[in-house]
């Protein structure tokens, strides 16, 4: 039952990922219907986690509890746009390189590679360009989970 739920979460993130990252609301007659703002990575160890992502991105996560659970949030740009992340450890978050996958626009895919790989990422997807001005890339992150980056040069 538990393995049935954590698929189910995985799908859920799935679906909303594609809809946040791209930056799309759906669309019922001309309204939006719904917008994707918050997203859940799942570790298996906060502290590792926590070190990973912030020596990757160069960013400073902020740490919480929430019902129980450790987390850590990503900083916003404050925007509106995007959805926010959060790293999120506990029972009922289980990494995976076969679930949703998390694409991280940044300005230089080339720097946050080299910095993923000095802290042990393995490379599952070489930079490629996929269309015009567009690259990506993806890596395993310190808890498993396959991690994608865009670049987009205007």
Known sequence: MHSVFARF???????????????CAAQKGGNAVFEVRYLEIPVSNIERAVDFYEFVFGVELERVVVDGYEMAHFPTLGDGKGADVTLAQGDVYIPSKTGAIIYFHVPDIDAVMIRAAERGAETLYAKKKVAPGTWVAEFEDSEGNRVALSQKNE
């Open 9 to 23: 979460v995985q799908a859920l993130l799935l679906v909303s990922l594609v809809v946040a990252l791209l930056g």
